[in-house]
């Protein structure tokens, strides 16, 4: 069977509005070739996303945004998802609308529910949440950054202004002659310095000398104190303990009336008779002071002996 120009051109023709169509249809996000689930999410506000963005599970991409429009005027807006992934979650899974990167745009994240069991269904609705996304978290942070920064720069211009008005030419002034002062005076440092350096120079075998001496006391010193701690403090505490018990041991003897001394100062009838005694050896010696001759007679023409006569001071009692 031959086949006709005109057929063949029909065959083209036909094949070239399906080819049209279906690349129409794929441009505007949607496959008439694959098998599609379709899903519905409603969001108050989809962030600048766009048709035919991708939709991932954990990072796959499972399918693609294929229509957003409003519901019923209501602000609302209902996106539509083209899932072509037989992977099975949860109609508790959760669509949330996230940034990947700074100019990847906007996408759709399923995040499964892996504790329900009930498969969500082609044509079922979604919850949907959306996720801040690195532009959004950077202005969060540099918010409070730009109203410190602000708050530091009124802080500094107000101290500026604080700082003009205290540097009047008066203070300006005084801030000047200061600073020459501190020179003339870092200046006669200088010239100080440079004195005692000189001193130190013409004295420096005096101060040498000085310390030579100091390492000999301190020498001296160290053998003085080596000699001090071989010395048996202990030994020499010991005999003085010793000693003064024996000490004590003697006055206790005396006060109890032993010995020679003890009597004497105990026993009233010796003291007594050690005190006249005294008194008549006094008066002896006094006698034999007065008259010599009685006691010694020497006479070489036989004088007799003068009569005995008492002392006047005789103090003896009878």
Do not use: C
Request: glycine share 6%.
């Amino acid at each position: 069977m031959k086949i006709t120009r005109e057929i063949k051109t029909a065959i083209l023709v036909i094949a070239s509005i399906l080819l049209f169509i279906w690349g129409y249809s794929y441009l505007k996000g949607r496959d008439l070739l694959t098998n599609y689930k379709t899903f519905y999410v409603q969001y108050d506000n989809v962030e600048g996303l766009l048709k035919a963005a991708p939709v991932t599970i954990n990072g796959l991409i499972v399918g693609k945004v294929h229509k957003i429009e409003f519901l019923n005027n209501s602000g609302i807006i209902r996106v539509e998802l083209q899932i072509k992934s037989d992977f099975p979650f949860s109609k508790s899974s959760i669509a949330s609308i996230y940034e990947p990167g700074l100019i990847g745009g906007k996408q759709i994240m399923i995040n499964p529910n892996f504790d329900d069991t009930t498969i969500a269904e082609s044509g079922a609705m979604l919850r949907g949440d959306v996720k801040p996304g690195l532009t959004t978290l950077v202005a969060q942070r540099l918010t409070p950054l730009q109203e410190k920064v602000e708050k530091m720069v009124v802080s500094a211009d107000l101290l500026l202004k604080n700082v003009n008005s205290v540097l009047d030419v008066k203070t300006k002034e005084n801030i000047k002659n200061s600073i020459a002062n501190l020179d003339i005076t870092l200046n006669e440092f200088k010239v100080a310095s440079k004195n005692v350096n000189e001193m130190l120079v013409d004295n420096k075998g005096k101060i040498s000398s000085t310390v030579t001496n100091f390492d000999k006391t301190a020498a001296n010193f160290a053998k003085i104190s080596d000699s001090l701690a071989k010395i048996n403090i202990g030994k020499t505490v010991k005999n003085l303990e010793k000693t003064l018990a024996s000490v004590d041991k003697i006055i206790s003897d005396v006060q109890s009336g032993k010995g020679t001394l003890g009597k004497l100062t105990k026993d009233e009838t010796l003291y007594n008779n050690f005190t006249k005694s005294s008194k008549e050896l006094e008066l002896l010696l006094q006698d034999l002071r007065l008259n010599p001759t009685r006691y010694v007679n020497v006479s070489l023409f036989g004088k007799k002996n003068k009569p005995y006569k008492s002392p006047v001071n005789d103090t003896i009692k009878k």
